[in-house]
């Protein structure tokens, strides 16, 4: 890197730096403007990178523990990445020690709580309110050729969603294992589609029990054929399967995800009843 400004990489969702998602982070991102963002996340190269700054006037929460929080993919701002979330928070965690944080997103304010277990940390963000809206038949239609998955693929317990919880994901649920794992898509139509939808990611989903799923989020919009670990889309995942009654009101969900990547990570999706937010959580550490 030949900026001035120190560049860390963590992985998110796993405690193996070779598993979960990695991220940049930029922990004092002050005087880079969005053109100097944009290229310190495309010369990295993940999915996403963060750049932390100094709160908004007003911002509620524990003196030295609140900021502003920006995402940028190696193509574009994203206006929420859970996945970097996490990993700026672990690497908070380790400078200024567990407890919470509150991050000022561009999708909003975003609580998140660092605990620690035995040298190891791991974070909870929670989203801003969720909810879910169907998509037109033409829209489903381009997705599934883009994808090259026949309709008869899809599982018909899973409808077809677009959930948002801070970022718009769509939903498309998997038949099968095997359909989940023989992912070979058409970057550029799918893209184009996401880009006209203000797609984030596609979130493919396989059901293995009530409460444990295997996912898998296409992401060209973002320049990368495939996210390992998504959190934003865990938590329009989550919001999605509750108001489907897909899950009870309060549930814990387990999301596996990078597995078909090579990089195994755990998102964990928590419910709570009388409460629309989703809180999604996972392990992170440095990566060398």
């Not at 053109?35 to 495309?42: F, P, R």
């Not at 996401?194 to 973002?222: A, C, K, N, Y």
């Not at 387990?254 to 928590?270: A, I, K, N, S, Y």
Request: proline content about 6%; aromatic content about 6%.
């Amino acid at each position: 890197m030949t900026t001035k400004h120190e560049v860390l990489r963590y992985t998110a969702f796993s405690g193996d730096p070779e598993g979960g998602n990695p991220a940049g982070v930029v922990l004092d991102a002050a005087g880079l403007d969005d053109a100097g963002m944009l290229s310190i996340a495309a010369e990295l190269g993940y999915s996403e990178s963060a750049f932390v700054t100094a709160p908004p006037e007003g911002l509620e929460g524990e003196a030295g523990r609140t900021f502003t929080i920006r995402y940028f993919s190696p193509r574009a701002e994203v206006p929420f990445c859970g996945h970097a979330t996490v990993a700026t928070a672990v690497a908070l965690g380790e400078r200024i020690g567990a407890g919470d944080l509150v991050f000022s997103t561009r999708a909003g304010t975003v609580p998140v709580t660092v605990t620690e277990k035995d040298g190891a940390l791991r974070a909870t963000l929670t989203t801003v309110e969720p909810h879910s809206e169907e998509i037109a038949e033409a829209d489903l239609a381009e997705a599934l050729a883009a994808l090259d998955w026949p309709a008869a693929d899809l599982d018909p317990a899973l409808p077809p969603r677009i959930a948002f919880a801070g970022a718009r994901h769509l939903v498309l649920g998997a038949a099968t294992r095997a359909r989940l794992a023989d992912l070979a898509y058409d970057f550029d139509r799918l893209e184009a589609l996401m880009r006209r939808l203000d797609l984030t990611t596609v979130q493919l989903v396989w059901r293995e029990s009530g409460t444990v799923f295997h996912v898998r989020d296409p992401f060209p919009v973002g320049g990368v054929v495939e996210d390992p670990a998504t959190g934003a889309a865990a938590g329009a995942f989550g919001a999605y399967a509750r108001e489907l009654g897909l899950v009870p009101e309060a549930s814990v969900l387990t999301l596996h995800q990078g597995t078909d990547m090579g990089r195994p990570g755990v998102l964990t999706v928590e419910l709570r009843a009388g409460d629309k937010r989703v809180r999604v959580s996972g392990a992170g550490t440095r990566i060398a």
